[in-house]
């Protein structure tokens, strides 16, 4: 049940949109000596060398939020374990193979410790029921919560997008967190996250005085697929709640299709989405790219919570 918002409660939010900022200004000075700098290339939608990695700042106000509303320690630490590989897969290169073993590791470990989270979500219960239903949904929801983590890392390739899209999205559920009454806790590091984002959005937009990396990017995705299974008590509402992701979801899919028929890996970086040839080949400023997929992203995500009132049938 969601109490409503104390003054300490206000304080954590400022503190975490704090953090957000002081991790991205931190990188931003001091990259350069770690060696914490994404070069440009060929593939690139930048022309300049930019410190990367400044979204150890989310990662920072994801830690408190967590500690401070009491999740679980096996809920926050396998995820920020996770992000703190891909800070190191920000300064040197790291095997898809062993970033996917422990991606998955983090997840089965995050998705064990929400049985006392989410007891009334279509997750939980299926794990309570245990049997072939229990280790079916265990290993589907895995693969949501990769998934998804790695199409989030893909997505953010322009200046803005990651950071606009992880405020409409943990806004999103936040909002409806609050209006069905879902785990307080929960809700509430959604809005953590969000505001950390907040703080880190004016050092990436409209110029990047540095990137969020995957150490931000990563996290972001994962984090938003476990609130997704966390609060979903059935179909519709997953379905609902995986939508205030849509743009991502759609651009991302869209362009594994393209990519695997015409036989290219999928593995190796490109400049095939959508928002890659907006801000390249069309030569829209990276800002009204990123801007433009968060209005999307908050239209569709209210246009499906209207119409999932009206049954799973509005998502076929």
Not at 92 to 112: E, M, N, Y
Not at 173 to 197: E, N, P, S
Request: charged share 10%; net charge positive.
């Amino acid at each position: 049940m969601f109490p409503g918002f104390s003054g300490m409660d206000m304080a954590f939010l400022v503190a975490a949109l704090l953090m957000g900022a002081a991790g991205a200004w931190l990188v931003s000075r001091y990259a350069r000596r770690i060696g914490l700098v994404d070069m440009p290339n060929e593939r690139s939608s930048h022309d300049r060398p930019t410190p990367k990695g400044g979204g150890i700042g989310v990662v920072l106000a994801f830690v408190a939020v967590s500690v401070f509303w009491g999740l679980p320690a096996g809920f926050y630490l396998p995820a920020t374990a996770l992000s703190l590989l891909s800070l190191l897969g920000d300064r040197a290169d790291i095997r898809p193979l062993f970033r996917l073993l422990v991606q998955f590791s983090a997840a089965f470990l995050v998705l064990a410790s929400l049985d006392g989270l989410a007891s009334y979500s279509m997750f939980g219960a299926l794990l309570s029921g245990g049997g072939l239903a229990a280790g079916i949904a265990f290993i589907l929801a895995s693969i949501f919560v990769v998934g998804t983590a790695n199409f989030y890392n893909f997505m953010d390739g322009i200046n803005g997008i990651a950071a606009i899209t992880a405020i409409v999205g943990f806004g999103l559920l936040a909002a409806y967190g609050m209006a069905c009454q879902k785990d307080a806790r929960l809700v509430m590091l959604c809005l953590g996250l969000a505001a950390a984002c907040a703080g880190f959005l004016p050092f990436n937009v409209p110029k990047a005085r540095v990137f969020m990396g995957d150490v931000g990017s990563v996290l972001l995705g994962f984090v938003f697929a476990v609130m997704v299974l966390a609060f979903s008590a059935d179909l519709t509402e997953f379905a609902l709640l995986a939508g205030f992701l849509f743009p991502f979801y759609a651009d991302e899919l869209i362009t594994m299709v393209e990519r695997i028929r015409d036989g290219w890996s999928l593995t190796k970086p490109h400049r095939r989405h959508l928002y890659q040839v907006l801000a390249n080949e069309a030569g829209i400023a990276h800002w009204k790219v990123s801007t433009g997929y968060g209005i999307l992203q908050l239209v569709c995500g209210i246009v499906f919570w209207k119409a999932s009132k009206h049954g799973m049938f509005f998502f076929i």
